[in-house]
């Protein structure tokens, strides 16, 4: 059975160990507070979106995937923040609600000229009785209508309803993110992880190289984000449509249903999977699979969430599952990216997403204003940046007052914090030497025997000398 090693970090969110890396995925602090500060917030998506409508992401490693939630948060946060419920008379009679969320029914904007504004896309067009409570439809009732625009058009909401300038403004944007990862049962799981509180560290039976992760149980709690509830609903969706082998799947639900693992696990997502695994969806066509997904998730997301969901739900946000070697999947990927988050293991575990020509690679799929944003400090993965025609920097985190992670780019304007003497220096040194993997296929062993080599044989100063003589120039 497929094992998993769970840990609630510091903020709620959920780590992991992987005993074949010796590793854990995430930091104790928090694995949601890591892709925040690490990823997100430093990639300056709110300025980016001022002057683009669609924005691609290539996300390395997904693993549980909180680099991807905590960019649809951060989106959302921005873009949605000022949502109001402007006729909460409606809402003062669970009939009305129920009756309004029933079926597949969506709250779709009713223009003055009959003609609903939307992209190319599934959409139901509602018809409105006397009520003002849409009403219900078959699958049958989806299409595609064009985009059709006016300016001066005035929107009226079915279910009563009004949608603040912020809310749908956010409905504007395109977001296409490509998830890489070698696990394909982790990344189907991805969706089903919950935030926990402090009370939950109660759960955390470390029976797992306990010594990497001890210090936090002594750690204060701190929940400094948390992630809006219709994401990780809107992942399982467009999970199941992309694998759709995974309905019915006894290995998925072996692990769901397991005692060891369901604190760790959203009791509402398990529920959702749970009726979609009880259904006979093997002879529906992929457009009922949808739509039976949609009227599940309208029964578990409040009534406030249920226009964000239907954002992440739509073709505006395009999720693209990738399961295999990520050196493999971006030879044959012939898109280019405006952000890359690059989160693989360490290069001492993992070197072979680390190397010259894996950056190299990456070169080729980033865009002329894109960025690629990592964790490592490390001079080596500098180098091989630079290296690869690259200009890199680093990410500074305000709170704790350090540099917390690396950007590279091809537009250096984009770079906030350069690297210091200090930084060249060991680039320069010993420490700096890259790691190499010229066709892009070798195992992580050879990777590491050839860099070992290569420094041995180096003529190149070693690191502990450089530190010890820049320590003696400058006076530190």
Not at 392 to 417: Q, R, W
């Amino acid at each position: 059975m497929y094992k998993l090693y769970p840990y609630f970090t510091n903020d709620g969110s959920v780590g992991l160990f992987s005993p074949e890396a010796d590793d854990i995925y995430h930091s104790t602090y928090g694995a949601l507070t890591e892709a925040y500060e690490k990823f997100v917030l430093p990639a300056n998506v709110k300025y980016f979106l001022k002057n683009n409508s669609q924005i691609k992401i290539l996300d390395i490693c997904y693993g549980i995937g909180y680099n991807t939630k905590s960019f649809l948060n951060y989106f959302l946060e921005k873009f949605f923040s000022n949502f109001e419920i402007k006729n909460e008379k409606i809402f003062n009679n669970k009939a009305n609600i129920d009756k309004i969320y029933s079926n597949n029914i969506y709250n779709r904007e009713i223009y003055t000229d009959n003609i609903e504004k939307n992209s190319e896309t599934l959409i139901n067009i509602d018809t409105i009785d006397n009520d003002n409570v849409l009403c219900e439809h078959s699958i049958n009732s989806f299409q595609k209508i064009p985009i059709n625009p006016h300016l001066n058009n005035e929107a009226l909401y079915s279910n009563n309803l009004a949608c603040e300038k912020s809310l749908c403004s956010g409905q504007k944007y395109k977001i296409f993110i490509k998830a890489l990862d070698n696990d394909k049962t982790l990344l189907i799981l991805s969706p089903f992880f919950r935030q926990g509180n402090e009370d939950d560290k109660k759960y955390n039976n470390l029976n797992f190289n306990y010594e990497k992760i001890s210090k936090l149980l002594n750690n204060k709690f701190e929940a400094k984000y948390k992630l809006n509830p219709a994401i990780n609903f809107a992942l399982l969706y467009k999970i199941c449509n992309k694998l759709p082998e995974i309905i019915g799947n006894s290995e998925i639900s072996n692990i769901l249903d397991s005692n060891e693992y369901k604190p760790f696990f959203d009791s509402e997502i398990m529920a959702c999977f749970k009726k979609i695994n009880e259904s006979d969806v093997s002879e529906y066509p992929q457009e009922a699979i949808s739509s039976f997904l949609h009227n599940i998730y309208y029964n578990h997301i409040s009534t406030s969430y249920k226009i964000v969901l239907e954002y992440l739900i739509s073709d505006n946000f395009i999720f693209e599952p990738v399961i295999g070697d990520a050196r493999t999947s971006l030879i044959n990927d012939k898109d280019t990216y405006n952000l890359i988050f690059l989160d693989a293991f360490t290069p001492a575990k993992c070197p072979c997403l680390w190397t010259l020509e894996f950056f190299k690679l990456l070169y080729e799929h980033l865009s002329e204003d894109g960025m690629i944003l990592t964790y490592s400090n490390s001079a080596s993965i500098r180098n091989a940046m630079l290296n690869a025609g690259f200009y890199a920097g680093k990410i500074y985190n305000n709170e704790f007052n350090k540099f917390t992670g690396t950007i590279a780019v091809k537009n250096k304007s984009l770079i906030k914090f350069e690297l210091s003497e200090y930084d060249l220096g060991l680039i320069n040194s010993k420490a700096g030497i890259f790691y190499r993997d010229k066709n892009l296929n070798l195992s992580n062993g050879e990777i590491l025997a050839s860099h070992k080599s290569e420094v041995e044989k180096s003529c190149k100063m070693s690191s502990s000398r450089f530190i010890k003589e820049f320590k003696k120039k400058n006076c530190l």
